[in-house]
């Protein structure tokens, strides 16, 4: 009973840790084209803008544009990380035809947004649909809020984020029809307010008390034998 005690103090934790981490870099690289989707989707590089996060496609008398959002995001060094959102405050939704959006990796990108920032992203494919892993559960524009949105990363950004505790974790946000290389039919895209800025809501593995013990019974009582007394 007394070792049980011990061993149920043992494992009892504290409550998880929960952090706040706000994007420290956020923007946007965009393509157009005025002859066909392809040359938009597929290009090298892009015209960049710093300071907000949009993604999504359009075509718009005569024109193919595609937008990819850009954030990046310190993470402190800490225990492990077992979840986390995305947030990100609605601004504009031109969304006529909703979509999905999905997030992928983007370390290429780092240390600023610039216009070769386009292609930079993992799985980028000229051509055919990107492969790089989506790093986010299905969130659509349907869902769209003037208010906070949230996107919860899935396993896969999960383990991203714990591969960049005490780093910066770099993330892409692409429409699902860019990734699958599907040419818009209208306004399709939507964008976020640069402030309050994106953050992530992680929450972290809950830290064990140090509590020392031992398994091995301490006897309530001497069972050892008492020698009997011998007078000399």
């Known amino acids: 009973m007394l070792n049980a005690l011990l061993l149920a103090l043992m494992l009892t934790a504290q409550p998880a840790n929960a952090d706040n981490v706000t994007a420290s870099v956020q923007g946007i690289v965009d393509n157009f084209s005025f002859s066909s989707y392809l040359p938009a989707r597929d290009a090298n590089g892009g015209f960049a803008a710093s300071g907000y996060v949009s993604m999504g496609q359009q075509y718009a008398e005569t024109a193919y544009q595609v937008k990819r959002g850009f954030l990046a995001f310190p993470i402190p060094a800490g225990e492990r990380i077992v979840s986390c959102s995305l947030f990100l405050n609605g601004w504009v939704d031109s969304s006529a035809t909703d979509f999905a959006v999905d997030i992928v990796g983007a370390n290429l990108a780092r240390p600023t947004i610039t216009t070769a920032d386009y292609s930079r992203f993992n799985g980028r494919t000229v051509g055919s649909a990107h492969t790089g892993t989506v790093l986010n559960n299905t969130w659509n524009?349907?869902?769209?809020?003037?208010?906070?949105?949230?996107?919860?990363?899935?396993a896969a950004g999960i383990d991203s984020l714990n591969a960049a505790i005490g780093d910066t974790l770099w993330i892409a946000l692409l429409s699902h029809k860019d990734y699958t290389a599907s040419a818009p039919t209208g306004y399709e895209y939507i964008a976020f307010v640069p402030s309050p800025a994106p953050y992530l809501s992680?929450?972290?593995?809950?830290?064990?008390?140090?509590?020392?013990?031992?398994?091995?019974?301490?006897?309530?009582y001497d069972k050892s034998p008492v020698p009997l007394y011998r007078g000399y």
């Open 141 to 154: 524009s349907s869902s769209y809020s003037a208010d906070w949105n949230t996107i919860t990363l899935n």
């Open 202 to 220: 992680i929450t972290r593995l809950p830290v064990s008390r140090n509590i020392p013990y031992s398994l091995t019974p301490t006897p309530l």
